[in-house]
């Protein structure tokens, strides 16, 4: 049961970055990179933080990739190498959970301050799809202040209805 279920959460992950990259794809690129209130202040911002974050939480779980230096790290000015950047690590975090069964594995690992953490990989998996679902939420909103009238639905239940 818990295969299937992140097998599913690796699905959606992909599929709705897709979704979400294509409306972003059709804002300009000042719109994209506007302050917009967000917490990583613009949907630029927020998906570059995305990224920034998968980077950090596949380096714990597989102990390789990127090593960013903060969490508002902007690690592509460029629109399309970010979305490629992006369709890549989706690419690796599928194969990473389409690969484990070991949920009960214990990773260690610090966090930003330096605290040293150890958690169980299947708590750490959720974590990380729910993390990823929050700033979702945020970018989704961020379209609609840039001008996006009705963004694509990000709605588990339409990928699991496909």
Known sequence: MLKAHFDQLA???RW???RLYDDAASLPD???KRPAG????SVHGTLNHLLVADYIWMRRFTGDGPQPERL???LYEDFGELRAARERE???IFAFVIGADDYDRVIEYQNSTGKTFRQALGPALTHFFNHQAHHRGQV?????IAGIREPTSLDL???QRS
Do not use: M
Request: net charge negative.
């Open 16 to 18: 709705a970055n897709g």
């Open 11 to 13: 699905a959606y992950n």
């Open 30 to 32: 000042e719109a994209r």
């Open 38 to 41: 967000l917490f990583f202040g």
């Open 72 to 74: 508002n790290q902007i």
């Open 157 to 159: 239940l339409v990928l």
């Open 140 to 144: 989704h909103a961020g379209f609609t």
């Open 90 to 92: 989706d690419e690796r």
